[in-house]
């Protein structure tokens, strides 16, 4: 069953996380870290993001972002 969409405003605050299928990495090292930084930083450019505090570890990441216009995060 898909989640429901998310209540989407002006300067609302969204905890984003995913982590690999059974505790796996899900970078491959320092280089794949790093064009995940890259891109995380376009896709918030684009989308008109603020980025908070953001954590990467082996099997999972962490990113607080604010949405100052009302879009939808998920739209690509």
Do not use: K, Q
């Amino acid at each position: 069953m898909a989640r429901p969409l998310r209540l989407e405003f002006a300067g609302a605050l969204y905890h984003v996380m995913a982590r690999g299928n059974a505790r796996e990495p899900i970078f491959l090292d320092d280089d794949d870290r790093a064009a995940f930084v890259d891109n995380l930083g376009r896709v918030a450019h684009r989308f008109e993001w603020r980025l908070w505090p953001w954590c990467l570890m082996d099997n999972h990441y962490h990113l607080l972002l604010e949405t100052p216009a009302a879009r939808r995060a998920s739209r690509g």
